[in-house]
């Protein structure tokens, strides 16, 4: 038996019947095969809408953003400004002012103690300063260092930059910072302390108890909005390269 297919010519019976039973047998690739993933996806979240695609992904961003932010304000590299103790008769006692070592102990520059008053520091008057520090070499210019200073800001701390040599600065020598020629007289009270107004720094022992000093006046022409603060320094010394000294310092301002 034959069936005829018009101008597509004549196909038997039985070449029918194999291709049909061969179908049967075939997965139907293009009618059965799962649409994909994207297009599920697509179908199933958004029921193919735009503007519903639009807010999931802007809800999933901004979560992904809040977790960074939220990481990053509890995630702090310094230590908190702000230190709680109790002392000798139990009241609980809040400083703003603390330091720290970040040298090694053979460096030339030994400071072994360190206290101002008040706390928080008031720009607009006198500081009461405590000190004790030791020298194991003569020093003379130059002295380079290294400052950074970051100020805080909320959860965040935020680098001051180098401005009129305030700030996060790089000095390539300390010694011409000082604004005592080498023949003017160190004013009160360097000499009450015996403290150097300028280079060159001999070696000993250097000792301040309760001596007074006043804050320097460039502070006056800054804005109070940018003195008043909390503020973290980082500074590091040396002399032809080799380390001299290096201290971190935790200060509290106030205006």
């Excluded at 293009?30 to 695609?53: K, N």
């Excluded at 260092?145 to 180098?162: S, Y």
Aim: aromatic fraction near 10%.
């Amino acid at each position: 038996m034959k069936i005829q297919f018009g101008e597509k010519g004549e196909v038997s019976w039985d070449v029918l019947e194999e291709i049909r039973s061969a179908e049967e047998w075939q997965p139907d690739h293009h009618h059965h095969h799962p649409p994909a993933c994207r297009e599920r996806l697509w179908r199933w979240c958004c029921g193919g809408s735009c503007l519903s695609l639009g807010l999931i992904l802007s809800v999933v961003t901004l979560t992904q953003l809040w977790l960074c932010l939220y990481v990053l304000a509890s995630w702090d590299a310094s230590p908190v400004t702000h230190l709680v103790f109790t002392d000798d008769q139990g009241k609980v006692r809040h400083v703003h002012f603390s330091w720290s070592n970040c040298g090694s102990q053979s460096d030339p520059v030994q400071l072994t103690q360190l206290q101002v008053n008040p706390d928080p520091v008031m720009i607009d008057g006198n500081i009461t300063l405590t000190l004790d520090a030791y020298l194991d070499r003569y020093l003379d210019a130059p002295i380079s260092a290294t400052v950074k200073v970051e100020r805080k800001l909320g959860w965040f701390w935020v680098k001051i930059p180098c401005l009129e040599s305030l700030g996060s600065c790089h000095y390539e020598d300390l010694c011409k910072l000082s604004p005592y020629g080498p023949s003017d007289p160190c004013p009160d009270p360097f000499p009450r302390f015996g403290l150097p107004c300028r280079c060159p720094v001999t070696k000993g022992q250097y000792k301040v108890k309760g001596g007074v000093f006043s804050i320097p006046d460039i502070v006056s022409y800054l804005p109070s909005w940018l003195v008043t603060g909390d503020y973290y320094v980082h500074g590091t010394a040396q002399k032809h390269g080799h380390s001299l000294g290096c201290y971190k310092l935790y200060v509290s301002v106030s205006h």
